[in-house]
């Protein structure tokens, strides 16, 4: 899984980089629409499966200010 996420993330910036190139050299709506699509396969493709595979295997309640969390951080003199 990490493996395809980072062939993802070099696809995405490498499809960015020909967004620019194609804006540079007069073909405007083609860049833009090429930088768009990678934009949105960054934010609803890539940054899901970077989620995922960063909080695998870890509790949710550890990072959350419940009220058990926050009687443990008055106990260590944490304010």
């Known amino acids: 899984m ?6 993802l993330a070099i696809a995405i910036l490498i ?3 020909v ?6 050299n007069d073909d ?7 930088i768009g699509i990678s934009v949105l396969a960054s934010a609803f493709i890539l940054m899901p499966i970077f989620l995922y595979v960063r909080w695998k295997g870890k509790r949710l ?8 969390n926050l009687k443990k951080m008055k ?3 944490i304010d």
Do not use: H, P, V
Request: glycine share 12%; net charge neutral; proline share 0%.
């Open 2 to 7: 990490k493996i395809f996420m980072k062939i």
């Open 15 to 17: 499809a960015i980089g």
């Open 61 to 68: 309640q550890d990072y959350t200010l419940s009220d058990e």
């Open 19 to 24: 967004g620019f190139y194609f804006r540079l």
């Open 28 to 34: 405007i709506i083609t860049g833009d629409r090429i």
């Open 75 to 77: 106990d260590r003199g």
